[in-house]
């Protein structure tokens, strides 16, 4: 095998993997593929828990966010700060693989 073959096999290889993985990957994000079990049915003796402490937290905050836009009225007219742009890992790695295939091949 010349040096150019081994390169294809390599890259194609390579480009498999990574393709089966993500194949992979979408599977298990698509959740189980087997009937879906009911949930048990709540028992008698269960009660809900008293939820009042968070109730109470909930609207203490309610009330110091409210407190606080009107003593600002200008973040009314906050219209957003500098423009950005993210690339995350998955963008690196198909950017990254592209420039391997353009070597290789």
Excluded: C, N
Aim: proline fraction near 8%.
């Amino acid at each position: 095998m010349t040096l150019d073959k081994v390169r294809k096999h390599i890259a194609a290889t390579v480009l498999g993997v990574l393709l089966m993985g993500t194949a992979a990957g979408q599977a298990r994000a698509a959740g189980p593929s087997g009937p879906a079990v009911p949930p048990p049915a709540p028992a008698a003796t269960q009660t809900a828990p008293a939820s009042s402490a968070a109730t109470e937290e909930t609207t203490a905050r309610e009330t110091q966010y409210g407190q606080r836009e009107t003593q600002s009225p200008q973040a009314a007219d906050f219209k957003g700060g500098a423009v950005g742009i993210f690339i995350g890992g998955s963008t690196i790695a198909v950017v990254l693989l592209l420039v391997l295939l353009i070597i290789l091949l």
